[in-house]
């Protein structure tokens, strides 16, 4: 049997991760009622991680969940995990905020008493091949509906439309599935958000369309300014994904992935585009620039 790599801290004890143990009435584990952050590191430092904890008290604000640590606090358990791992060349980080020990029932516990539980493990590499060539992604019949009932803007641990909706794409040989609103529109990727490229004009949901409001994506917005390239925020349609010049996904641990073909449709003439290898080298290159500065919020640019 495999042994799981990497480190754990939970309830103030660091841990290896195969010795990790979260109590069965935890309410994260019985109905996902928790909020996470995916963190990944550059030069062994957790990268915008002050911009991944406001974001974790946001979503724990809107769910009503405690998050009594400071934001020294997250550092610290951060850098004790990474420490604990310096053999590995990179990581990622998840941080978690659980509403803790659940009773009998659904109503609140009173007290809540929240629980953080944070690991970190190897970061798993992507296939060069696949920012060299593209991936497929697949519009699948499962949707992300407007009236769900967490905020699409909360990173919470309900996530089993997007795993339903991934399975249905990976069995289409896709390698990200998108998720549609109610409307019908594109509101983004299972773990991404996505970007359109059409006559020079780069094209995103806005933080209004049901989205997530994704870190990776911000700084590429923030980079796409700084280069003078046309930018609008809107709805997009599978019509102009499939009239795309070019589309790409953003996220932490994909950074910008060019997307190659739209089901079985390609998309344009060229993968990556040329306007997705400027954000792709730009990207490369800002980043080496806040990892070397420690920079922790983009707000400090």
């Given amino acids: 049997m495999a042994t799981a790599r990497g480190f754990a801290f939970v309830d103030g004890v660091f841990s290896s991760l195969a010795e990790a143990r979260v109590p ?19 030069q062994r430092k957790p990268f915008l991680l002050g911009d991944h904890l406001d974001r974790l008290r946001r979503s724990a604000d809107t769910l009503q969940i405690p998050v009594p640590w400071s934001d020294q606090h997250f550092g610290e358990v951060v850098a004790g995990l990474l420490s604990r791992g310096a053999q590995q060349a990179e990581a990622v980080l998840r941080i978690m905020v659980t509403r803790g020990d659940g009773g009998h029932g659904l109503a609140f516990p009173e007290p809540q008493r929240s629980r953080l539980v944070v690991f970190s493990r190897p970061l798993p590499a992507l296939d060069s091949v696949l920012y060299r060539e593209g991936v497929k992604v697949v519009l699948p019949e499962a949707a992300r509906h407007k009236g769900q009932a967490v905020p699409a803007d909360v990173k919470s641990g309900s996530y089993l439309a997007a795993v339903l909706a991934l399975a249905e794409a990976r069995l289409s040989g896709g390698f990200e599935a998108l998720l549609r609103a109610s409307d019908g ?22 933080l209004s369309d049901h989205i997530l409001p994704g870190i990776t994506r911000a700084l590429v917005l923030s980079i796409a300014r700084s280069r003078d390239l046309k930018i609008v925020e809107e709805p997009i349609y599978e019509s102009s994904l499939l009239s795309a010049d070019e589309v ?6 994909k950074e910008v992935l060019p997307v190659n073909s739209v089901g079985d449709k390609a998309v344009g003439s060229d993968c990556p585009g040329p306007i997705t290898v400027i954000l792709m080298d730009a990207f490369a290159a800002q980043v080496e620039v806040l990892s070397r500065r420690g920079v ?4 400090e640019l």
Avoid at 24 to 38: C, K, P
Avoid at 248 to 253: A, E, H, Q
Avoid at 296 to 299: E, H, M, P
Wanted: aromatic content about 12%; cysteine-free; charged content about 20%.
């Fill in 296 to 299: 922790a919020r983009l707000s």
């Fill in 248 to 253: 790409f996904l953003t996220s932490s641990i």
């Fill in 24 to 42: 069965i009435t935890d309410r994260g584990f019985l109905f996902a009622d928790s909020v996470f952050e995916t963190v990944r590191t550059y």
């Fill in 185 to 206: 529109a594109v509101s983004e990727a299972t773990t991404s958000n996505v970007f359109v490229v059409r006559d020079g004009v780069l094209m995103t949901p806005g």
